[in-house]
């Protein structure tokens, strides 16, 4: 780790002192917001190729978005999401999955580590119930096809709890907040889109 701070000092930063200075002097003001998973293979600066200040990232288990429950619980994605919006109005919130998601798999099968053990997966992962208790593959698909399949639904609907905050909803009946859905191949780096109309994923042409 120090070593690759070493190389970031001489490296990065060097290369872009002036813009971190801007920062910490100005504040962020990035216009986009992800909220992706906390899988260490899956980072949206890395895949997007972002710099400093570019976009504000919200990293959590399965990439998942509770419903809009201000109860008196300690809610940190809600909150992220509140920050976002309300604080740095951003205009594009990005729900960004990925293939090979543990969490996902973990969903496929509840009775393994580590949703049957610990104090606090098994029940964020039950953010997933409705949707798993629903999806049905018929025995046709393989284990591979299933955890696709839903990874891709787990998307939709985060995206369906992300619209349950009021101050989203208002916004993006106001044209001035967008929301996207993305699924990125860890194995092909292929990224595929959500079409919001069709509710089908999509690879754009880049």
């Given at each position: ?10 490296g ?6 002036a813009?971190?200075?801007e ?73 960004m ?19 049957a ?90």
């Amino acid at each position: 780790m120090l070593n690759g701070y070493k190389e970031f000092m001489g490296g990065r930063y060097a290369n872009e002192r002036a813009r971190y200075h801007e920062l910490a002097i100005e504040g962020q003001t990035p216009t986009t917001m992800i909220i992706a998973c906390c899988d260490s293979r899956a980072a949206p600066e890395t895949i997007f190729n972002c710099g400093p200040g570019e976009v504000f990232v919200l990293r959590n288990v399965a990439n998942l978005v509770p419903p809009f429950e201000p109860d008196g619980g300690q809610h940190g994605t809600s909150a992220g999401i509140e920050f976002a919006v309300n604080g740095l109005g951003v205009q594009n919130i990005v729900v960004m999955g990925h293939g090979r998601c543990g969490g996902i798999k973990a969903a496929l099968s509840p009775e393994a580590p580590p949703l049957a053990q610990g104090d606090f997966i098994g029940k964020w992962m039950g953010l997933l119930d409705p949707v798993a208790q629903q999806f049905t593959d018929n025995g046709l698909m393989t284990s591979g096809e299933r955890q696709t399949s839903l990874e891709r639904i787990s998307i939709r609907n985060s995206i369906k709890n992300l619209r349950t905050f009021p101050y989203v909803a208002k916004l993006e009946a106001e044209g001035k907040l967008a929301v996207h859905g993305a699924w990125f191949d860890i194995k092909t780096g292929e990224l595929w889109v959500l079409d919001d109309a069709t509710g089908e994923f999509d690879r754009p042409d880049v």
